[in-house]
């Protein structure tokens, strides 16, 4: 038998502000019990439901030192770099720029907690 992912968990100082930042970042929604000053804040995909259920947990301490796990998201709607513009206006900060000359490449970023996470080509960007 094996097992599955059941949620991905972040911990956190303040889950209902920081799963507000992923839920505009990925179009997830909150769920109906979830309100400010909640322990813990779970986030749901929309539309037809898929991809991964987002769990954040409120932790006394900050995060000190880079992830050991993080996300890559890859736009569907939009080229990477008006991603990257859309990220840092919801209040994503740039932490490293490694696009290339030719079109390849990444930026990776910080959630407004500092979670590492970087923003690839778009799969048009990927066949063009």
Sequence with gaps: MTSLIRHID????????????WAAALDY???DDDHPGDPEVLLSPTGDGTGPVLLFLRVPEP???KNRLHVDLQ???RTRDEEVVRLLGLGATQIADHR???GSGWVVLADPEGNEFCV???TAERSG
């Design 63 to 65: 995060k000190q030192v």
């Design 10 to 21: 972040f911990d956190c100082a303040d889950p209902y502000a920081l799963a507000g930042f």
């Design 29 to 31: 929604r909150l769920g």
């Design 75 to 77: 736009p569907t709607d």
């Design 120 to 122: 690839e080509r778009s």
């Design 100 to 102: 290339r000359p030719d």
